[in-house]
């Protein structure tokens, strides 16, 4: 093994949502090379439906690493290991000769099933005494399983092996049904408290139309799982024989590559889904009956909560309403985002009084499935600007709303913040986001959290590294700290309390009569 340091590399594949990315990190976390293939997030043959080609995404995959090595002039033979992190919640029916059988069907499609297995009647009377019926009939409508089983029969029963997007990737790399239990996140029978596949006894097995034997072994982040096959390296550029080894899903490598390892450092995402997620070694349910999912590190747990549409509004923003910051951006050759700062910083704190509930989807609890997003306080001073901000506000709202809740359940105070995600890239995003939590706000050295998270699973477990604490110290540290200014957070503070924190309640009962007289968001 070469002894120095800067010449031992690991590559992170981090298939999202939006794009594949190929990067090389060396044991400081550095990104020593990165390529990246976009990808249309989904097709949609039904209103509701987002799918995608499987072999589309192993494609992009094997493109990102050939160009990784065209474009960065490093040798496959430097590398000493890969890992993948992934979307969460994207399945895949694969048949018994390991081919895809129909299109993924990603985390974003909405379709559910009204026809589901049935569970016997003790635990029905359970769920109804812990007032968990609903949740837990939302949870086998919603599985993919149970969709397909019902829809497509002829599939169902084809159906080999039955793997995540992540255990997919793996099984092209290495040719073993194997997957991270650190990736295990979708309506599966998982045991989220002892971190592997359900007991035989667990309800979620009469829940779901799966079986035993469709599942992938699941190992614990940071195992080496297999070794890169000559058929995927002939595709890839990667050296026969390379250790494969287990990482997380996106969000939780993206909580260890930001730095949070400790109960008191809270990880904001602004992503697509935005969310905030502690790690903590015990079991925590911060919402009641929905689990906390694994973490990057084994076994520990991630609280989390999510706002679903978070950063994706700002997009949403960017289509409705952006289109003179589009075409000047265009013109100057900048991103449209950073001329939203501008918009941001000419509106003062609090929007002149324009608040935004950020619920633009329906959740599970909380929200309820009534729930649809609001803005109030409109005036006739108000412009796009405010509207902007009044988004990026909304969102940070909601995200201390689930601080407070971690922070009760779990019994440890969160004092300090680390945010990642396409959103921390905006210096008004972090500076407003410290100002409504009051608390110091920083950017981790590296925008790549995810691919750098599964990196250090990667160094773990090749030993490259003696542990976890030493691999994050080594391999993470913060690019930038936002103070909150103290005018501006007893604006926040006041705001939150007297007018946010009141909103949903107030406002819930009206959701709940849209709902019945437009049938949006479709009752369940």
């Given at each position: 093994m070469n002894n120095h340091i800067?010449?031992?590399?690991?590559?992170?594949?981090?298939?999202?949502?939006?794009?594949?990315?190929?990067?090389?990190?060396?044991?400081?976390?550095?990104?020593?090379?990165?390529?990246?293939?976009?990808?249309?997030?989904?097709?949609?043959?039904?209103?509701?439906?987002?799918?995608?080609?499987?072999?589309?995404?192993?494609?992009?995959?094997?493109?990102?690493?050939?160009?990784?090595?065209?474009?960065?002039?490093?040798?496959?033979?430097?590398?000493?290991?890969?890992?993948?992190?992934?979307?969460?919640?994207?399945?895949?029916?694969?048949?018994?000769?390991?081919k895809p059988l129909r299109p993924a069907i990603t985390w974003l499609d909405q379709r559910r099933t009204d026809v589901v297995p049935a569970v016997n009647p003790l635990w029905l009377t359970a769920f109804k005494i812990a007032g968990v019926s609903d949740t837990i009939n939302f949870?086998?409508?919603?599985?993919?399983?149970?969709?397909?089983?019902?829809?497509?029969?002829?599939?169902?029963?084809?159906?080999?092996?039955?793997?995540?997007?992540?255990?997919?990737?793996?099984?092209?790399?290495?040719?073993?049904?194997?997957?991270?239990?650190?990736?295990?996140?979708?309506?599966?029978?998982?045991?989220?408290?002892?971190?592997?596949?359900?007991?035989?006894?667990?309800?979620?097995?009469?829940?779901?139309?799966?079986?035993?034997?469709?599942?992938?072994?699941?190992?614990?982040?940071?195992?080496?799982?297999?070794?890169?096959?000559?058929?995927?390296?002939?595709?890839?550029?990667?050296?026969?024989?390379?250790?494969?080894?287990?990482?997380?899903?996106?969000?939780?490598?993206?909580?260890?590559?930001?730095?949070?390892?400790?109960?008191?450092?809270?990880?904001?995402?602004?992503?697509?889904?935005?969310?905030?997620?502690?790690?903590?070694?015990?079991?925590?349910?911060?919402?009641?009956?929905?689990?906390?999912?694994?973490?990057?590190?084994?076994?520990?747990?991630?609280?989390?909560?999510?706002?679903?549409?978070?950063?994706?509004?700002?997009?949403?923003?960017?289509?409705?309403?952006?289109?003179?910051?589009?075409?000047?951006?265009?013109?100057?050759?900048?991103?449209?985002?950073e001329l939203f700062d501008e918009l941001v910083n000419a509106v003062p704190p609090g929007s002149m009084g324009l608040m935004l509930q950020p619920y633009w989807t329906p959740g599970i609890k909380v929200p309820g499935p009534e729930a649809k997003g609001a803005m109030i306080g409109f005036g006739d001073v108000h412009t796009r600007a405010h509207m902007y901000r009044a988004i990026l506000e909304g969102l940070a709202y909601a995200l201390r709303e689930g601080k407070e809740r971690i922070e009760k359940r779990s019994g440890v105070a969160i004092t300090e913040l680390r945010i990642s995600g396409g959103g921390s890239q905006s210096d008004a995003a972090m500076q407003l986001t410290a100002d409504i939590f009051g608390l110091p706000t920083s950017r981790p050295h590296i925008y790549e959290t995810s691919g750098l998270g599964a990196a250090i699973d990667a160094a773990v477990g090749l030993g490259l590294h003696p542990d976890f604490d030493t691999a994050i110290r080594a391999m993470t540290r913060i690019g930038k700290t936002f103070e909150p200014i103290a005018h501006h957070h007893q604006i926040y503070n006041e705001l939150y309390h007297r007018v946010y924190q009141k909103m949903y309640a107030r406002l819930q009962p009206l959701y709940k009569e849209i709902q019945q007289i437009t049938g949006y968001p479709q009752m369940h």
């Open positions: 800067e010449k031992q590399y690991i590559l992170a594949i981090d298939n999202g949502t939006q794009s594949v990315r190929a990067i090389l990190f060396d044991l400081k976390g550095n990104i020593v090379a990165k390529s990246q293939v976009h990808l249309e997030a989904y097709f949609s043959d039904h209103p509701g439906w987002a799918e995608h080609h499987p072999e589309d995404y192993w494609q992009a995959v094997c493109t990102a690493c050939q160009r990784l090595w065209a474009s960065s002039g490093v040798s496959p033979a430097s590398l000493h290991g890969v890992a993948v992190t992934t979307q969460r919640g994207t399945m895949i029916n694969l048949d018994q000769h390991g949870f086998r409508g919603e599985a993919e399983t149970n969709w397909i089983k019902e829809h497509q029969p002829d599939i169902w029963d084809k159906t080999a092996h039955y793997l995540m997007l992540s255990g997919y990737l793996n099984y092209r790399l290495c040719d073993k049904f194997i997957d991270s239990i650190g990736s295990q996140v979708g309506y599966l029978p998982f045991d989220y408290k002892a971190l592997k596949w359900a007991g035989k006894l667990d309800w979620k097995w009469q829940a779901l139309a799966i079986k035993a034997e469709t599942l992938p072994e699941l190992v614990a982040p940071g195992t080496i799982m297999g070794s890169i096959t000559p058929e995927a390296a002939a595709q890839t550029g990667i050296l026969a024989g390379t250790p494969l080894l287990a990482a997380a899903a996106d969000k939780a490598c993206e909580v260890i590559g930001a730095g949070c390892q400790q109960a008191h450092i809270g990880c904001l995402s602004y992503g697509t889904t935005a969310t905030i997620n502690t790690t903590s070694k015990k079991y925590l349910e911060v919402t009641p009956f929905i689990p906390p999912y694994p973490a990057a590190i084994p076994g520990s747990y991630s609280t989390e909560v999510q706002i679903f549409r978070g950063y994706w509004m700002v997009n949403w923003f960017k289509e409705q309403f952006g289109h003179h910051e589009q075409l000047q951006a265009a013109a100057q050759g900048l991103v449209p985002e």
